[in-house]
């Protein structure tokens, strides 16, 4: 490894060597905060996971019905697809208990149309149903590009792929207030609320059912979609849990959506204290009834420091964010828990800010190529994915991180791994030599300062990389002055939306790289996630041509290719290594099936929880 600046340096060689055995298992979470703890030394073995009960055969009965279903239903392709709903094991022997977890925050509305707050999307997932879902995969298979129905049915397109018509499942059953069955109306007034088309307040992502012209309700369980392009994307949006959920025509009227939940989904709401609590129990109305097999969920808020002496001390049964340094420790300090890996598909890269009018540094390509070139990514990998420390004791780290490149690493079919692409790999290397070169050609050979920005709510890892890349920089002689920006009132509001000056370390989580092109590289009046106000018209072009295409392999080599042709050399972004793989923790008594893992937005209280269980014997 390359001999590197002090503070990289010195958080590489403070690991010491490891040793204990493999921890099986695999997962994944929604894009999350990484929690943080200490490097510990000789942890020993963890505890093997309790055989499969009749629990355990029940829930991966339903779960490879559920995934077989949807095997033959193709993604958004214009063609018929039916699913099926999954049959739970009537001879379930380990129903009920608490599933308990740690939440960053509180719902700041229970109105899941008003915000994109994290923590009330999460709780009304567990609350309301959603037209489609993810089909959950194993973590070698993660992300899948398959999606089934939740209330959904049956569905197909016409072969333009401008009409999608589809039944609704008949035992859908909203909860009290409400208390009767759902039906197409309840369809078509979620559709108006959520885009604001009866001339409503839209919901602040209605953008991302743009696609969606018309809504046609036939019957009381039909309905059909009219788009305004063929667009390939479109059940993806439609189970994304960030987007729309089914809500009762009683909205409004029957009980007041910002401070109540009634849905059709796996759970009902039972208790709610601002910044304490959030508790719910199982709907005994349940389409897919008797699941789900807990007897209710709660999430306890909780401080970053607290989450793992909690968990340690079995208050609360998963830790979704454990930092790679804090894992000896934990293995060693509570060996009846179970370390699971999280696949995390997101991107870390730096974006350009103001003034883009091409009088700063850092509005000209050959400065943004310099900065790629000064990035050792092979070090920063190490230090933020602590690489040896866990392979040290079995973990495997090596193969599940790389580069990002012009677009993210991890999406198979459409990543471009810039180690073995020479197109990418041109600027995405490590050679100082040809990074001063090229300042000097941009007139930038002295050097300069550039204002930096960069938030920690995302976490250690994602701080730590964020405080290593200036030390870097500095090497070709770039001053990167930094400003850490505060998360509420200042970086969401303003450098997300690309309102700053000089650069930013930023972060974007999507399930495929579609989603990406289309958050970021479009639209660069929209105040949306264009961070580096991107206007190409090539660009947009090539986008519209991609969300256009059904074939998933054709579609795929035109995003590969739209990597070389043209966001390399601008480089609007530039890509660094976090946010790929995470770790999380379960106590043992929590049992999964082998395929629950999603793809990266969250989603896991419809797709997965509905089908875990408790056994306290484990």
Same mark, same amino acid.
């Given at each position: 490894?390359?001999?590197?600046? !002090?503070?990289?340096?010195?958080?590489?060689?403070?690991?010491?060597?490891?040793?204990?055995?493999?921890?099986?298992? &695999?997962?994944?979470?929604?894009?999350?905060?990484? !929690?943080?703890?200490?490097? $510990?030394?000789?942890?020993?073995?963890?505890?093997?996971?309790?055989?499969?009960?009749?629990?355990?055969?029940?829930?991966? *009965?339903?779960?490879?019905?559920?995934?077989?279903?949807?095997?033959?239903?193709?993604?958004?392709?214009?063609?018929?697809?039916?699913?099926?709903?999954?049959?739970?094991?009537?001879?379930?022997?380990?129903?009920?208990?608490?599933?308990?977890?740690?939440?960053?925050?509180?719902?700041?509305?229970?109105?899941?149309?008003?915000?994109?707050?994290?923590?009330?999307?999460?709780?009304?997932?567990?609350?309301?149903?959603?037209?489609?879902?993810?089909?959950?995969?194993?973590?070698?298979?993660?992300?899948?590009?398959?999606?089934?129905? +939740?209330?959904?049915?049956?569905?197909?397109?016409?072969?333009?792929?401008?009409?999608?018509?589809?039944?609704?499942?008949?035992?859908?059953?909203?909860?009290?207030?409400?208390?009767?069955?759902?039906?197409?109306?309840?369809?078509?007034?979620? /559709?108006?609320?959520?885009?604001?088309?009866?001339?409503?307040?839209?919901?602040?992502?209605?953008?991302?059912?743009?696609?969606?012209?018309?809504?046609?309700?036939?019957?009381?369980?039909?309905?059909?979609?009219?788009?305004?392009?063929?667009?390939?994307?479109?059940?993806?949006?439609?189970?994304?849990?960030?987007?729309?959920?089914?809500?009762?025509?009683? *909205?409004?009227? &029957?009980?007041?959506?910002?401070?109540?939940?009634? !849905?059709?989904?796996?759970?009902?709401?039972?208790?709610?204290?601002?910044?304490?609590?959030?508790?719910?129990?199982?709907?005994?109305?349940?389409?897919? &009834?008797?699941?789900?097999?807990?007897?209710?969920?709660?999430?306890?808020?909780?401080?970053?420091?607290?989450?793992?002496?909690?968990?340690?001390?079995?208050?609360? +049964?998963?830790?979704?964010?454990?930092?790679?340094?804090?894992?000896?420790?934990?293995?060693?300090?509570?060996? $009846? !828990?179970?370390?699971?890996?999280?696949?995390?598909?997101?991107?870390?890269?730096?974006?350009?800010?103001?003034?883009? +009018?091409?009088?700063?540094?850092?509005?000209?390509?050959?400065?943004?190529?310099?900065?790629?070139?000064?990035?050792?990514?092979?070090?920063?990998?190490?230090?933020?994915?602590?690489?040896?420390?866990?392979?040290?004791?079995?973990?495997?780290?090596?193969?599940?991180?790389?580069?990002?490149?012009?677009?993210?690493?991890?999406?198979?079919?459409?990543?471009?791994?810039?180690?073995?692409?020479?197109?990418?790999?041109?600027?995405?290397?490590? $050679?100082?030599?040809?990074?001063?070169?090229?300042?000097?050609?941009?007139?930038?050979?002295?050097?300069?300062?550039?204002?930096?920005?960069?938030?920690?709510?995302?976490?250690?890892?994602?701080?730590?990389?964020?405080?290593?890349?200036?030390?870097?920089?500095?090497?070709?002689?770039?001053?990167?002055?930094?400003?850490? $920006?505060?998360?509420?009132?200042?970086?969401?509001?303003?450098? /997300?939306?690309?309102?700053?000056?000089?650069?930013?370390?930023?972060?974007?989580?999507?399930?495929?790289?579609?989603?990406?092109?289309?958050?970021?590289?479009?639209?660069?009046?929209?105040?949306?996630?264009?961070?580096?106000?991107?206007?190409?018209?090539?660009?947009?072009?090539?986008?519209?041509?991609?969300?256009?295409?059904?074939?998933?392999?054709?579609?795929?080599?035109?995003?590969?290719?739209?990597?070389?042709?043209?966001?390399?050399?601008?480089?609007?972004?530039?890509?660094?290594?976090?946010?790929?793989?995470?770790?999380?923790?379960?106590?043992?008594?929590?049992?999964?099936?082998?395929?629950?893992?999603?793809?990266?937005?969250?989603?896991?209280?419809?797709?997965?929880?509905?089908?875990?269980?408790?056994? +306290?014997?484990?």
């Amino acid at each position: 490894m390359t001999e590197g600046p !002090g503070f990289l340096r010195t958080r590489i060689s403070r690991r010491t060597a490891l040793r204990g055995g493999v921890i099986g298992g &695999a997962g994944l979470a929604a894009a999350a905060l990484i !929690g943080c703890g200490d490097d $510990d030394d000789d942890a020993p073995a963890p505890v093997a996971t309790a055989a499969p009960t009749a629990a355990a055969t029940a829930a991966a *009965t339903a779960a490879a019905t559920e995934a077989a279903t949807a095997a033959a239903t193709p993604t958004a392709t214009p063609a018929p697809a039916t699913t099926a709903t999954p049959t739970p094991d009537p001879r379930l022997d380990r129903l009920g208990g608490t599933y308990r977890r740690a939440a960053s925050a509180s719902p700041e509305t229970m109105d899941p149309y008003r915000t994109q707050s994290h923590a009330t999307k999460g709780a009304s997932t567990m609350i309301y149903s959603m037209l489609f879902k993810q089909i959950a995969s194993t973590f070698e298979n993660a992300p899948n590009p398959e999606h089934t129905g +939740d209330l959904v049915d049956t569905w197909e397109f016409t072969p333009d792929g401008l009409v999608m018509s589809a039944t609704i499942r008949q035992n859908a059953h909203f909860s009290p207030p409400v208390d009767r069955g759902l039906d197409s109306g309840d369809v078509a007034f979620s /559709f108006e609320r959520f885009l604001g088309t009866g001339g409503g307040e839209p919901a602040p992502n209605h953008k991302q059912l743009g696609f969606i012209e018309t809504v046609e309700t036939p019957d009381d369980y039909s309905m059909v979609l009219g788009f305004n392009r063929r667009f390939a994307r479109a059940l993806w949006r439609m189970a994304d849990v960030f987007n729309m959920c089914i809500m009762p025509r009683e *909205t409004g009227t &029957a009980f007041d959506p910002t401070v109540e939940m009634v !849905g059709t989904g796996p759970f009902v709401m039972d208790e709610f204290k601002t910044d304490v609590n959030w508790k719910v129990a199982r709907n005994p109305n349940y389409y897919h &009834a008797p699941l789900p097999y807990f007897d209710a969920v709660e999430d306890l808020v909780l401080e970053r420091a607290q989450v793992l002496t909690q968990f340690q001390a079995g208050n609360i +049964d998963h830790a979704s964010t454990i930092g790679p340094d804090a894992i000896p420790g934990l293995i060693s300090d509570f060996p $009846d !828990g179970r370390i699971e890996p999280r696949k995390q598909l997101g991107w870390g890269y730096i974006s350009r800010g103001e003034p883009r +009018d091409g009088s700063a540094p850092w509005d000209d390509p050959r400065v943004r190529h310099a900065i790629s070139l000064a990035l050792r990514r092979d070090d920063m990998v190490e230090a933020v994915y602590n690489v040896s420390g866990l392979e040290a004791i079995g973990l495997d780290v090596a193969s599940r991180v790389g580069w990002h490149g012009a677009l993210p690493a991890g999406y198979p079919g459409q990543s471009v791994d810039p180690k073995t692409d020479p197109v990418i790999g041109q600027w995405v290397r490590h $050679d100082l030599a040809e990074a001063k070169k090229l300042l000097d050609a941009a007139g930038q050979g002295d050097g300069f300062s550039v204002p930096y920005h960069y938030t920690t709510v995302y976490g250690t890892a994602w701080k730590l990389e964020a405080e290593i890349i200036p030390q870097l920089v500095r090497e070709i002689g770039i001053d990167f002055q930094t400003t850490v $920006d505060d998360y509420a009132s200042v970086y969401q509001p303003k450098t /997300f939306h690309g309102d700053f000056d000089g650069v930013a370390f930023q972060l974007q989580a999507f399930p495929d790289h579609g989603d990406y092109l289309t958050a970021m590289f479009t639209n660069p009046q929209d105040p949306g996630r264009n961070h580096s106000k991107v206007d190409d018209q090539a660009v947009f072009d090539a986008v519209d041509a991609i969300n256009s295409e059904i074939d998933v392999e054709t579609r795929n080599e035109m995003i590969r290719n739209l990597q070389r042709d043209h966001l390399i050399e601008p480089m609007w972004y530039i890509p660094g290594v976090v946010w790929q793989l995470g770790w999380q923790g379960f106590n043992k008594r929590i049992q999964q099936p082998e395929a629950w893992n999603g793809n990266g937005r969250g989603g896991e209280q419809v797709f997965a929880w509905p089908w875990w269980w408790i056994d +306290d014997d484990a």
